[in-house]
């Protein structure tokens, strides 16, 4: 059990930190959803029919939901969550001080852009791009037709264009 939570817990915390942009609850998510795999795990519950990562994921999206219904209202939006992973890559660490000024502009363009879509858009673009999921994975874990997540994404994407034209954005750096 300990090496199948030590392979997956990473990308779990990511996932759910996406979501709710709070660590201390996403830490406290990401332990139920294993109590909750390993509980499945235990009781038989689980098909090799599926993979692995997909189901955890699942696990974790619906006790995200779960969440937010109980708390009955939507999230807000903390950039301060997002950067840690975005700025710590190689190209960064490279960059002179001019350049990693635009780069943390052009992320927080970027940042709020995709807060400001639709939750369906936002989830998918989240779970493609931050989670680097594929689009099978993202429809299991939405628990919608790969087309229907193929759908948001694209509808997402022309949305991000519509708003990086509107207010004439340069997001390169």
């Known amino acids: 059990m300990e090496v199948l ?8 915390y990511t996932y759910i930190l996406l979501m709710v942009h709070n660590s201390h609850l ?4 990401m332990q139920e959803t294993f109590v909750k795999a390993i509980k499945s795990l235990r009781g ?5 029919s599926n993979r692995f990562q997909s189901w955890l994921l699942r696990i974790a999206h619906n006790l995200v939901i779960d969440y937010f219904r109980q708390k009955s209202h939507y ?6 969550e997002y950067g840690v992973d ?6 960064f660490s490279e960059m002179n001080a001019e350049q990693r000024m635009v780069y943390e502009r052009v992320i927080a363009e970027v ?12 989830e998918v673009v989240m779970l493609r791009y931050y989670a680097d999921l594929s689009f099978k994975e993202i429809a299991d874990i939405t628990n919608v037709s790969i087309n229907t997540a193929l759908g948001r994404m694209r509808y997402a994407l022309i949305n991000l264009k519509k708003v990086v034209k509107e207010k004439n954005l340069c997001l390169e750096y």
Do not use: C, F, W
Request: glycine content about 4%; hydrophobic content about 25%.
């Open 5 to 12: 939570i030590k392979r997956h817990e990473r990308r779990v």
């Open 26 to 29: 996403a830490d406290d998510l």
């Open 44 to 48: 038989g519950k689980y098909s090799e």
């Open 75 to 80: 999230r807000e939006v903390s950039n301060e």
């Open 86 to 91: 975005l700025l710590n890559t190689p190209r």
């Open 111 to 122: 940042r709020m852009m995709v807060d400001g879509l639709p939750p369906s858009q936002r």
